[in-house]
């Protein structure tokens, strides 16, 4: 059964405007950390941010903050004032307390000029 | 469906010694990524293929490092000799690649690699 889930395979945001990008997981575990990565054309991949579930506070990174709903088991990816440079695979992940990791399937990034 | 599977998910062995790891992407998927996840690095792509062919390689961190995909169901990642450096957990990954572009990648459990 899939972890992770994101249910956008594709968004589309005009260059400037601000875009989510959905993620909701399951775990029965009450610590564990979630990440945004960011997979460009050149396929490396980049992380662009991280949360620690015992923090009730969201995580920010510059454009990038995200919506952390622990409750819901939801993990939201908020990308403000959108780039050109933005257009990429996204995929959200989560890592249990030992390390296990699971990923979502990826939501492909369009920033239209 | 299965998903991507990978074997083993543990391996644990010593230095000096040669270590394969396998996967089977999900059937019908063209492409197939490796990817290796450290604390220190983060996730890193190694190598992808698409049918069957290595497209890019220059993820693979040394000549130690070698990856196959001698049909469409099938890919190794062999490490020869292993060091303790390549302990990491290594992702597989394989894409239905519709019309050659960057498409969703369904991920496998992982190969947890300790070298002592």
């Known amino acids: 059964a899939q972890t992770v889930t994101q249910s956008q395979p594709e968004m589309s945001v005009q260059e400037a405007e601000t875009v989510t990008l959905s993620c909701t997981y399951d775990?029965?575990?009450?610590?564990?950390?979630l990440f945004w990565y960011k997979q460009p054309p050149s396929r490396q991949m980049i992380l662009v941010i991280r949360q620690e579930a015992y923090k009730q506070q969201n995580a920010t990174e510059n454009r990038f903050s995200v919506n952390f709903q622990k409750a819901a088991k939801s993990f939201s990816l908020k990308i403000s004032d959108s780039q050109l440079g933005d257009a990429a695979m996204y995929f959200c992940?989560?890592?249990?307390?030992?390390?296990?990791?699971?990923f979502g399937a990826g939501t492909r990034l369009t920033v239209k000029p | 469906d299965a998903g991507v599977i990978q074997s083993p998910r543990h391996e644990v062995t010593e230095m000096g010694q040669e270590v394969t790891l396998r996967c089977k992407p999900i059937s019908g998927h063209n492409s197939l990524f490796w990817y290796r996840q450290t604390m220190m690095r983060g996730l890193e792509l190694l190598i992808y293929?698409?049918?069957?062919?290595?497209?890019?390689d220059s993820g693979m961190p040394e000549d130690r490092f070698s990856a196959k995909m001698p049909n469409a169901s099938f890919s190794t990642l062999k490490i020869q000799p292993s060091e303790p450096r390549d302990s990491a957990v290594y992702f597989c990954?394989?894409?239905?690649?519709?019309?050659?572009?960057?498409?969703?990648?369904?991920f496998g459990p992982g190969t947890r690699l300790t070298v002592l």
């Open positions: 992940a989560y890592s249990s307390p030992n390390n296990d990791m699971r």
């Open positions: 293929f698409n049918n069957n062919v290595p497209i890019d």
């Open positions: 990954a394989s894409s239905p690649d519709v019309g050659g572009t960057t498409d969703t990648q369904y």
């Open positions: 775990t029965s575990e009450s610590d564990y950390y």
